[in-house]
């Protein structure tokens, strides 16, 4: 720690999500080997009102930032102070969750080396149960002023630093924090900067080969941290090794959000065709259960099939032939259906379940044939698709809440026809043919979206 540049920050925000709150207070101490070169602190104008309870946390007011500067007023000030130094804060990703996006709205790309005290204190210290900044001062000892002020807080994490300096051996501080800081290492034909390029933002990363042929194909609500974990650690998958060994340039693409990355990812992997993505090429279709007449055995049919067909008159879906046939199988036992006539089999003289008495006859004529077909019906319908809950096509509204990046997801009866950027591409997409195939992923990922949906989207209803 002492043979570093280091900043220990902390600040005060309007809330917990780095996304849809505001940094009300920045408090900072720098460090150079050991040596304190500078503190800086300023009060932030957050642009809407602080909820009452940080007010009584803080002692922050309304009235106290009504006359500070906005974030944007002092970025370039805070990212000249922060570069090329370590970020330390208690609850690290937290602060640097923050001050990134927050220099990203003002126009700025920061990354830098991130220490985390309360991931130090649990290094150092694990006998301890408890690593918050009120157990530490409590357990260390230490007067603070200025508690939940950023300065104040700010200064409590030099102290801890100087008390563990003197109290431990400084090869156990210095390994404690080499460790903290390791990053993986960078495969040996990328950039060694690759990683401080990399975008903290939702998207699709691509790992090209030679002749730049695409290796694999992500999607992460972080690129950067996702990539990270493709080139970190030792006991890598072997796949991650092969692509470490092959990958000769990493590309990405970045998207509004996390339903914008499924669908670049979708729609990447279909056209580049991934080497190491096979499994997720061989999962584009799906196998679903098609009962055309109560007289004849459901049809097993691909997602490739059904363009035109209500998937609410499907059930499934499954990701093989072999899986969707052993759901099958395995309703026939619970309900007692026939084997037979359900198509599992070919029976002249009655299917292969009739004698145990797991199919009640239908076969042999002993329950009608009506009759076994409501009961199928009725074991099949906990497999029903859900029917699609609109009258025609909708756009999801998918917006960066780090930007002004909005994108305009266009879906009919759960199948993803195409992403728009401004609104002569939405009225394309809304009046072109339907040609999307059914997909797994997208109709599971749409129903939950649909059901819950998240504060970055919103549904625009585009035709009745």
Not at 408 to 435: K, M, Y
Request: hydrophobic share 40%; charged share 25%.
């Amino acid at each position: 720690m002492f043979n570093h540049h280091i900043v220990f920050l902390d600040l005060e925000t309007t809330g917990g999500s780095a996304t849809l709150d505001r940094i009300i207070e920045i408090g900072l101490v720098e460090v150079n080997r050991g040596v304190v070169v500078g503190e800086w602190s300023t009060l932030i104008n957050p642009g809407r009102r602080i909820p009452h309870g940080i007010q009584v946390l803080t002692g922050i007011t309304d009235e106290m930032v009504a006359a500070a500067p906005t974030f944007g007023e002092v970025s370039a000030a805070l990212a000249a102070r922060l570069e090329g130094k370590v970020f330390a804060a208690h609850n690290a990703r937290f602060d640097y969750g923050f001050v990134k996006g927050e220099l990203l709205r003002a126009g700025l790309r920061f990354a830098a080396p991130v220490l985390c005290t309360v991931k130090l204190s649990r290094r150092l210290f694990p006998q301890h149960p408890r690593h918050n900044l009120d157990a530490l001062i409590i357990r260390h000892s230490l007067f603070c002023v200025d508690r939940h002020r950023a300065l104040g807080d700010a200064r409590v994490l030099w102290e801890l630093a100087q008390i563990w300096k003197r109290e431990l051996e400084p090869d156990v501080l210095e390994a404690a924090c080499a460790e903290l800081l390791r990053r993986p290492a960078v495969p040996p034909a990328l950039p060694a900067d690759l990683y401080d390029t990399l975008p903290e933002l939702p998207g699709v990363y691509i790992f090209h080969g030679d002749d730049d042929c695409a290796l694999y194909v992500g999607k992460s609500a972080n690129i950067r941290s996702r990539v990270l974990v493709h080139f970190s650690g030792e006991r890598r998958p072997g796949k991650d090794l092969k692509i470490a060994q092959a990958v000769r340039r990493v590309s990405w693409v970045e998207t509004a959000g996390e339903l914008g990355a499924h669908f670049e990812h979708a729609r990447l992997v279909r056209d580049l065709a991934p080497e190491h993505n096979a499994q997720a090429r061989d999962e584009s279709w799906s196998w679903l259960w098609r009962p055309d007449t109560p007289d004849t055995p459901p049809r097993l049919v691909g997602s490739h099939e059904i363009d035109e067909l209500p998937v609410e008159h499907l059930y499934g879906a499954f990701r093989s032939r072999a899986t969707a046939t052993t759901a099958l199988r395995e309703l026939a036992n619970a309900y007692g259906l026939c084997r037979a006539l359900l198509g599992l089999e070919a029976a002249a003289s009655g299917c292969s379940a009739l004698e145990s008495g797991r199919c009640r006859g239908a076969c042999v004529g002993r329950e009608s044939t009506i009759a076994h077909a409501m009961r199928a019906v009725q074991a099949l319908a906990r497999l029903r698709l859900k029917a699609w809950p609109y009258r025609g096509r909708i756009a999801v509204r998918e917006r960066d809440p780090y930007s002004d990046r909005i994108e305009l997801h266009v879906i009919d009866r759960w199948r993803h026809l195409g992403t728009a950027h401004c609104e002569p591409e939405l009225h394309e997409l809304a009046q072109s043919a339907a040609d999307a195939p059914f997909d797994l992923d997208t109709y599971k990922t749409l129903v939950r979206l649909l059901k819950s949906p998240p504060r970055n989207c919103d549904v625009v209803v585009l035709s009745a």
